[in-house]
């Protein structure tokens, strides 16, 4: 394993020996509302989520009779660390970081229970238009990239390596800028290209910075990119909580599965004040036409399987972690009944 992805496991490691040491209370004792209170720490704020944020917005986790406090954690290293620590109930991140922690023996670990997206949410951003884009004009060429170990950046090498180059010899990965900040280095004239999440992505070309050229959700196929996890000792304990919350999360998975990108980007606006509606119904339409969100939230075997093999490829994983482990659809089965 590399070592950027074993220095962060050690991290997380040390902050789940913290539990109990300043994080909130154990328990779903219920709220002034009468609901039970539950902490999600989501890895970033985007529209790519847009599903849970129509269930926010349409109090599909009110009806459940949940009261949904959301706190963004700016990276999963973050997300996961609130989880074991106890100071988030349910985390929202690439899945790979639950592998990470049940790798380096966290014996309370975490579990996923179910799946939002099937697609990756970045985008491939060129500081020129161009026009009939291959992957081969990468070579040689310097691209502002993510965190090694993180979703983002092993999808882009995925693909790089799908066809045929070389991420360490055939080109330049900046690797150094931080999560959220590379829109602004690849303004600021940094890069050739950068990989880029939304809102950035469409900001750049707003602003004639940059061109879209690609979609890494295309052409890395059906990858199981972000999911919901808890505590293994926390579901064993709230089996009706996460049931609950399953449910609501359903709820907006099957909202925009029947609607259209301005009905969803409506409903959805108020959760990203100071963006235009047009640029948020942009988005949604970007994201819903490569079909990023599943119409269920089962994590399958099959889509483990294919993280895996990503990480292994990544060099981010030595042997592999049982599926029954890490997994649990019971809930994600029951929310489609």
Not at 11 to 24: D, E, P, Q, R, Y
Not at 84 to 105: H, P, Q, R, V
Not at 317 to 327: E, G, H, Q, T, W
Request: hydrophobic share 40%; glycine share 8%; proline share 3%.
């Amino acid at each position: 394993m590399k070592k950027a992805g074993s220095l962060l496991l050690a991290a997380l490691l040390i902050a789940a020996t913290l539990v109990g040491c300043g994080s909130k209370p154990e328990g779903t004792a219920s709220s002034s509302s009468g609901k039970t209170p539950v902490v999600l720490n989501e890895v970033a704020h985007s529209i790519f989520y847009a599903p849970m944020y129509v269930a926010i917005e349409e109090g599909y986790f009110a009806q459940e009779g949940i009261d949904l406090t959301l706190v963004t954690g700016f990276g999963a290293d973050k997300t996961m660390t609130a989880l074991l620590t106890g100071e988030a109930d349910i985390g929202f991140m690439g899945s790979e970081s639950t592998i990470y922690t049940y790798k380096e023996g966290a014996t309370d670990y975490a579990v996923n229970f179910a799946q939002l997206t099937q697609r990756a949410g970045n985008f491939l951003v060129s500081r020129e238009p161009i026009e009939n884009f291959s992957w081969d004009m990468m070579i040689g060429k310097e691209v502002l990239g993510g965190r090694a170990g993180g979703m983002p950046e092993m999808v882009f090498e995925y693909i790089l390596k799908k066809n045929d180059i070389d991420p360490v010899n055939d080109l330049s990965i900046d690797q150094s800028i931080d999560f959220g900040s590379t829109a602004a280095a690849f303004s600021g004239g940094q890069g050739d290209f950068s990989v880029e999440f939304e809102p950035h992505a469409t900001s750049l070309e707003q602003k004639g910075d940059g061109y879209v050229v690609a979609s890494l959700g295309e052409d890395s196929g059906y990858v199981p990119y972000t999911a919901f996890s808890a505590r293994k000792s926390y579901i064993e304990k709230n089996p009706e909580v996460i049931e609950a919350f399953t449910r609501a999360l359903q709820k907006g998975m099957d909202y925009v599965q029947t609607h259209s990108a301005a009905e969803i980007a409506k409903v959805i606006a108020p959760q990203f004040e100071g963006t235009e509606l047009a640029t948020i119904e942009t988005i949604v339409n970007r994201y819903a036409s490569q079909d990023t969100w599943k119409a269920d939230l089962i994590f399958t075997e099959d889509s483990f399987t294919l993280l895996e093999n990503i990480l292994e490829e990544a060099g981010e994983l030595d042997d592999r972690v049982p599926y029954a482990d890490l997994v649990d659809t019971t809930y994600a089965e029951k929310a489609l009944q």
